[in-house]
C-alpha cells in the first residue's frame, strides 16, 4: 500500500456532551504501521478520543462532534460516509473482552459474513490463519465450535483480536486492552501488537505508563480533553518539553 | 448492649412472622383447591366438553374451556411477542441509552400493565362493537394481545437491558448493521426472551375479566376464530356461581387444572432461565 497521506489524521475534533467539553480542538496525525500510545489521566478523553476514530462515539445520547477525522484521506464524519464500510477498516480490541453469544469458529467468522464471505472453504482458512495471528490457534484448534465464553477470559480477549483481524482491517483501536489481564495473557498481547505493527496501524489508550514505554513508537499524552504533548516515544517519555507531561512521566499526577 | 440485641431479636421475629404470613395463604390457596377439586376431578373432566345437564351436576366436562383457554392465550402469546419483539429492540438498539424517548415509552408501558383487565374487556369490547364483530375467539384474542403487550414488552426489556452496552459496540466495530447488532442480541438473550413468553402465558391464560364481554363463552369446542370460546377463569366463575354443590365442587376441580397448567408455565419458565443461564 502506497498512501501519501496518514491512515487517520485528526483535524479541529471537538467532543462535547450537553454542557461538558469531552475533547478539545484535537488536531494529530497518527503515524502508520506502528504503534500510538494514548496517555493522560483517567477522565482525561484518552477513550473518547480512540471512539470518535470509528464513531462508535456517537452511540452516547447527546454526544456532538465538530471537527474532522479523515481516515485514508477520506472525512469520515461527512453524511455521506457509511458507518459500516468504516467500522471494516477498524479492529476494535476494548477493556474486557465481550465475545459474541456463538462458537468461536463463529465469532471469527462473523465480520467477514456479514461482510457477505459465505464461501466454507475460505472462511475456514481464515479463521485459522487470524486465530494463529492471534496466537490462539494451537489452543482451540480441537474445540472451534464450543461455545467463545468457555474460554479463559485472556483466550477471549485473543479472541476479540482475532474476531476484529479477520475483517482485514488497515487499523487497529486497542482501549486498554489488558486491563482485565493476568499477567502472562497481557504479555501475550503486547507480543502480538510488536508482530502485528509491521502490518497494521495500532493506536493503544493505555494508563500503565511502563506499558507505553515498552511498546509505542508515538505517545501522545493528554490532560482535561486536550492533547499536552506529542512526539515520538523516546521524547514524550523520557525528555518531555511541557511540565505536565513530565509530571505525569514522573508519577506527580496519575 | 442489651438493647441491641433486644432490637435484633425484634426484627428477625418481624421477619419470621411476614414471611409465614406471605406463605400461609399460598398453602392454603393450593389446599383448598386440592382437597375440594380432587374428589371431583376424573378423565372425563378434562376430555369431555358439557353435556345436556352438566351444569344441573351431570355428566360432562371442561375441554371446552380447556381448549377455549389455549387457543386464546395461544395465539394472544403468539401475537403479543410478534409485536413486543421489534419494540423492544427498537427501545434497546435504535434509541440510545438514556433517550427521553425511550423512557417515555417505558412509562406507557408501566401505566399500561397497571389498568385493571376489567377495563381492557370494555375497551375489546367497544372495538369489536365498532368493527361490527360479534362475541368469538378473535375479539377475545385482540383484546388479551392488548392486556399482555405491556408486561410481554416490559419484561423483554428488563432481559435485553442486562446486555452489556460493549457487546453492542463490538458487534458495530465489526461493521455490523443494527439489525446484525440485534439479532446478537436476541441470541444473547434469547432463554431470557422465552422466560417472558411464557410468564405473558401464564398472564394470558389466568385472566377472566377481558374475555367475558369479549370471547364469551359456549359449551363447544370453537372451530374457527369468529365462534365465541370458553376458557377456565370463566368455567369457574360460572359454576361456583351455580346453587348446585356438585357443579360448585367442579369449579374447584376447573380451578385445579388452571392452577396446575399456570404453576408448569411458570416452572418451566424458570427451568429455562436457569438452565441456560448456567450454560451461558
Known sequence: MVHNYPHISIKELNVTSANLRILKNVSIDIPDRSITAIIGPSGCGKTTLLKSMNRLVELTDGIHVAGKVLVNGEN???????????????GLLSQRPYPLPMSIYANVSFGMRIHGQHKRRILDAKVRRYLALASLWDEVKDRLHEPASSLSIG??????????????????????????????????????????????TIVLVTHILRQARRLADY?????????VEHGPADEVLNNPKQELTKEYVKGQIS | MRKRKFTEQFF???????????MLPLFLIILTILVKGIPSIDLAMITQTPKGGFYLGKEGGVLNA??????LSASATILAVCISLPVVLC????????????????????????????????????????FGMKVSLLAGIITVTILIMPVTIRSMDEMVRTVPEQLLQATYSLGAT???????????????????????????????????FTTGFTDNIPQSVSQPAATLPLAIFFQLSSPIPEVRDRAYAAALILTFIILLISYS???????????S
Open chain 1, 219 to 227: 505517545v501522545i499524552f493528554m490532560y482535561a480533553g486536550e492533547i
Open chain 2, 91 to 130: 427501545l434497546n438498539i435504535y434509541m440510545k441509552r438514556g433517550s427521553n424517548k425511550a423512557w417515555l415509552i417505558r412509562l406507557c408501558m408501566d401505566v399500561m400493565s397497571g389498568v385493571p383487565s376489567i377495563v381492557f374487556g370494555a375497551f375489546g369490547f367497544l372495538v369489536m362493537l365498532f
Open chain 1, 155 to 200: 483466550q477471549q480477549q485473543r479472541l476479540c483480536l482475532a474476531r476484529g483481524l479477520a475483517i482485514e482491517p488497515d487499523i487497529i483501536l486497542a482501549d486498554e486492552p489488558t486491563s482485565a489481564l493476568d499477567p502472562m495473557s497481557s504479555k501475550a498481547i503486547e507480543e502480538i501488537f510488536l508482530e502485528l505493527k509491521k502490518k497494521y
Open chain 2, 66 to 71: 380447556i381448549a377455549g383457554s389455549f387457543y
Open chain 2, 269 to 279: 419458565a424458570r427451568y429455562i432461565s436457569n438452565k441456560f443461564t448456567n450454560a
Open chain 2, 178 to 212: 443494527r439489525v446484525e447488532a440485534a439479532m446478537v442480541v436476541v441470541r444473547r438473550v434469547l432463554p431470557g426472551l422465552i422466560t417472558a413468553t411464557l410468564l405473558s402465558f401464564g398472564r394470558a391464560i389466568g385472566d377472566a375479566a377481558s374475555v367475558i
Open chain 2, 12 to 22: 428477625l421475629f418481624l421477619m419470621r412472622v411476614s414471611m409465614f404470613l406471605v
Open chain 1, 76 to 90: 469520515i464524519y461527512d453524511p455521506h460516509i457509511e458507518v459500516t464500510r468504516l467500522r471494516k477498516k477498524m
